[in-house]
């Protein structure tokens, strides 16, 4: 299967106006604000965008992509392979006063001076929204297992330690 590259910027509205339907790939070199938030950038970003005019005579992107990435565990530390899935849809405006317009279930994206979108911008930050706050294995291949694992119990040591605070109560009581 051929790899097609994408375009880095496009028309939306003419876009919208052909009926266009784009499949291919951003390759991983060309993510470069996604790597500065990942260990690596393991695949080519893989990227279906349609574009069409909807009834309410608005144009629209809709699309979706899939990269692989290698992110390290908050557990154990280790890195692992994460896949991350994206669906979007957006209605280019010309200025933000528009943006009140728009119906709720599309994303408003502005149009440059040229009257095109950067596209391989928009599918990073998609990409980038859908990295975990906190990556982590899931419990059965993570190195730390669940019964290592504390969650909300303080250890004997740290219980007993008098509060840093009580000294501020003191100043409340006077």
Avoid: W
């Avoid at 052909?18 to 991983?28: F, M």
């Avoid at 990556?135 to 190195?143: A, D, L, R, Y």
Wanted: charged share 25%; net charge negative; with cysteine.
């Amino acid at each position: 299967m051929q790899k097609v590259k994408l375009p880095l910027t496009t028309d939306p509205v003419k876009d919208a106006q052909r009926r266009i339907d784009l499949n291919g790939v951003y390759t991983a070199n060309m993510l470069t604000r996604l790597a500065e938030s990942v260990n690596k950038v393991l695949s080519d970003a893989q990227v279906s965008l349609s574009f069409f005019i909807d009834a309410q005579k608005l144009p629209v992107m809709k699309g979706n992509a899939r990269v692989d990435v290698e992110l390290t565990c908050q557990r154990c530390g280790e890195p692992f392979i994460d896949t991350l899935e994206c669906e979007f849809i957006y209605s280019p405006v010309r200025s933000v006063s528009k943006i009140d317009e728009l119906p709720e279930i599309y994303e408003p994206i502005e149009l440059n001076a040229f009257g095109e979108i950067d596209l391989l911008g928009i599918v990073e930050d998609e990409l980038i929204l859908m990295l975990p706050l906190v990556p982590k294995h899931t419990s059965e291949h993570c190195e730390v297992s669940i019964a290592e694992q504390v969650f909300g119990e303080l250890p004997e040591e740290l219980a007993e330690k008098p509060n840093p605070f009580a000294v501020l109560a003191n100043l409340k009581k006077k």
